[in-house]
């Protein structure tokens, strides 16, 4: 299966600040995914990564808010825009490569907003 | 659209209990089924899947089995241990008008005392 690395792990940021989190797939995957996890909450998808045009979101997310970048098939970045403490989650970068090859998660990052 | 219900928590057992975690789903079509795992303070983790009616997917002495007709796929185990406590996670994906992205129920945790 392929091997996700996420950075950052975590992260402390300011209110009104944007941080932006990083994904890289060690092979070419057919599909990436971000999906956010509240704390004691499950994983919510906020959005699947189109490579080379925009994200398609899921209701209740939008690109202003969480802008998400995929250049290629092995890359994608997830911004997390002027945030508030209401952001405070767990970030996670998913992919697959389609069929049954099932989902891959990455490690995830833990963001903090003060 | 589609969705992944499962039973309340927490669940809390004896070591060697039998464990039952109960998951329904609302979906057209064939979708593929998982059950996911993330133990504390880690990431998650792919428990077992079945891609279609009556497969059972199995792993680590946990079991489950795609029922079609009670649109169901309930998680087993025989013997719980104190090393399976942990956060398991029923999802779907596939199925008409999905286009790959993985839906999670809300989760369900397991404690398991000695």
């Known amino acids: 299966s392929a091997v996700i690395s996420q950075k950052p792990s975590r992260d402390i940021c300011q209110r009104g600040t944007s941080l932006t989190i990083q994904c890289q797939v060690d092979?070419?995957?057919?599909?990436m995914f971000w999906y956010r996890q509240q704390p004691g909450q499950s994983l919510t998808l906020i959005a699947t990564?189109?490579?080379?045009?925009?994200?398609?979101?899921e209701s209740g997310f939008v690109i202003d808010k969480f802008p998400i970048s995929r250049p290629n098939l092995t890359f994608s970045t997830l911004t997390v825009s002027n945030m508030s403490p209401e952001d405070s989650s767990i970030y996670l970068c998913?992919?697959?490569?389609?069929?049954?090859?099932?989902?891959?998660f990455g490690s995830g990052t833990r963001l903090t907003v003060v | 659209g589609n969705s992944v219900t499962q039973m309340e928590g927490p669940v809390t057992l004896s070591e060697e209990a039998f464990l039952t975690i109960n998951c329904t789903y609302t979906?057209?079509?064939?979708?593929?089924l998982f059950w996911y795992v993330q133990y504390p303070g880690e990431g998650l983790q792919l428990l077992l899947k079945?891609?279609?009616?009556?497969d059972k997917g199995s792993n680590k002495g946990f079991e489950a089995t795609y029922r079609k007709e009670t649109t169901s796929f309930h998680l087993e185990k025989g013997s719980v241990q104190v090393s399976d406590s942990a956060v398991y996670f029923c999802?779907?994906?596939?199925?008409?008008?999905?286009?790959?992205?993985?839906?999670f129920g809300q989760g369900t945790t397991l404690q398991v005392k000695p």
């Open positions: 979906a057209t079509g064939y979708p593929s």
């Open positions: 999802a779907l994906s596939g199925g008409s008008g999905n286009t790959g992205k993985l839906i």
């Open positions: 998913s992919v697959s490569k389609g069929g049954d090859y099932g989902y891959t």
């Open positions: 092979s070419q995957v057919t599909m």
């Open positions: 990564a189109n490579q080379g045009s925009e994200a398609t979101y």
């Open positions: 079945a891609t279609k009616a009556d």
